[in-house]
Every structure is written in C-alpha cells, then in structure tokens.
C-alpha cells in the first residue's frame, strides 16, 4: 500500500504561482512512476503531468507545456508541480497518483494503482 496526501492549494490570481506537494508513505517511494491528474467540476479526470521513478523522464499535457514543471525527490518521499502563469482554466481539484507499471511514464488515468485525495486550486479570473 501506499498512501499519497496532496497540499500547497488554494485561490491564486490569473497569472500567478502555485507549488503543489505530494508526500507518500508506505512502499519504497522510488519504485513508482507518479502522475498528477486534475478534474473541474462537471468535467471528466484529466491528465496533468508524469515524472519517471528516477525523475529523469518527464511528460506534460499540452494544456501545461511550458507553465508546469513536475519533479519529484526520492529521498523526501515527494513529488511536486510547480504551477506558473495560472488561468482561470487551471481551476479544478488537483489529484496525485502513483503507479507500479513498468512503462517509464503513464499519462492514462487507470493505469495508475494508488491515489491521493485531492488539493483545490483556483484560479480567478
């Protein structure tokens, strides 16, 4: 098992910075590959970003190219998304994931084996 807790959300202006956090605990945080997903009302989950177990290896949304950056360090149990030049759009409950699939980075949803509950962020407008 492992247990994934989000933070770092919260109401930001258009243009502006959110650093989201997720601390993992439980199974060697290394062998997964991580994911941050994110799901507005009325609309379905979405992929965000991915990073590789090692962190070398990283895949964005088109939506996020260029203004997020996912990170994460083994040695803190962590993995991360920096949020820059927020829009309105952003807005929606952050979600990160872990998974055990060997593929080096996963953008699909069900493949991933464990999720966390979940960070606000909201971007006005």
């Known amino acids: 098992q492992v247990q994934l807790v989000e933070s770092g959300g919260g109401l930001v202006q258009a243009g502006g910075s959110l650093r989201l956090a997720c601390a993992a605990s439980g199974r060697t945080f290394s062998s997964f590959g991580m994911g941050w997903f994110r799901q507005a009302p009325g609309k379905e989950r979405e992929f965000v970003a991915a990073v590789s177990r090692s962190g070398t290896t990283k895949l964005y949304a088109d939506s996020v190219k260029g203004r997020f950056t996912i990170s994460r360090d083994n040695t803190k149990n962590t993995v991360y998304l920096q949020m820059n030049t927020l829009k309105p759009e952003d807005t929606a409950v952050y979600f990160c994931?872990?998974?055990?699939?060997?593929?080096?980075?996963?953008?699909?949803?069900?493949?991933?084996?464990?999720w966390g509950q979940g960070t606000q962020v909201t971007v006005s407008s």
């Open positions: 994931a872990a998974t055990g699939n060997t593929r080096v980075v996963i953008s699909t949803a069900p493949l991933y084996d464990y």
